[in-house]
């Protein structure tokens, strides 16, 4: 089963709206990665927040961490058509684990 | 991407014929990943490596076997192509395992008919 899940799993706004998705997981995390994914191709890694990190940005992005709702949210400010993309949760679990574990995705459009 | 490439990008092929797509890294990184992304599924990992020689079973192991014989190479075999492994491919390279992002390639879609 999915450790971590997205939502919305699609989500339509204008542009220069705020964007924020949400993410849910089960076990406890070293740390939280955000994708995008365009349509058509490959992921793309845009932030990381360890378990220790309540709160990260990069340009636009800010990423919230809640472990004790295992949660996560991202926000992207001010949206261009051009964020138009999926965007994916993953967490790197707690227990030696050496990989990722993804979740649904959530869709998102920004309409020009 | 920058630093890995998969091949081929796109193939069509029958039941029953083994299929091997390749993943190219220039990166040095240890890690390196096959996972499948389905509709309704997300991406679900296949099968991972931590060094040459050293691979692992992920989540749907199950008709797929991987060799990497050299740091730069992961190659994904599937043994006996069934319609249900018609999907999209992805390879992805991480030079520390939980410290850092992943790097994908763009995919191999594969359809098995």
């Keep these: 089963s999915q450790q971590g899940e997205e939502d919305p799993q699609a989500l339509s706004i204008q542009e220069g709206e705020n964007a924020t998705m949400n993410c849910s997981y089960k076990t406890s995390i070293n740390n939280l990665q955000w994708y995008r994914q365009n349509s058509g191709r490959g992921l793309v890694h845009l932030i990381l927040i360890r378990s220790n990190e309540r709160e990260k940005h990069s340009g636009r992005l800010r990423v919230t961490l809640d472990t004790s709702k295992k949660s996560s949210s991202l926000l992207i400010t001010a949206s261009r058509a051009a964020d138009t993309a999926s965007y994916f949760c993953a967490t790197d679990v707690t227990g030696g684990s050496e990989k990722l574990v993804f979740g649904k995705g959530t869709k998102l459009t920004v309409n020009p | ?113």
């Excluded at chain 2, 890995?4 to 069509?12: A, L, Y």
């Excluded at chain 2, 006996?80 to 030079?95: G, L």
């Design chain 2, 1 to 113: 991407d920058a630093g890995i490439t998969q091949s081929p990008r796109h193939k069509v092929t029958e039941t029953g014929t083994p299929v091997t797509l390749r993943c190219h890294q220039t990166e040095n990184h240890r890690y390196m990943y096959w996972y499948r992304q389905d509709p309704g599924h997300g991406l679900r990992l296949i099968h991972y490596s931590y060094g040459v020689k050293d691979t692992d079973k992920g989540e749907v192991s199950d008709g797929y076997s991987v060799s990497r014989s050299k740091t730069e190479d992961f190659l994904l075999t599937l043994e006996s192509a069934t319609s249900s492994q018609t999907s999209v491919y992805f390879c992805a390279i991480s030079e520390s395992q939980g410290h850092y992002g992943y790097t994908f390639g763009s995919g191999t879609r594969l359809t098995v008919v």
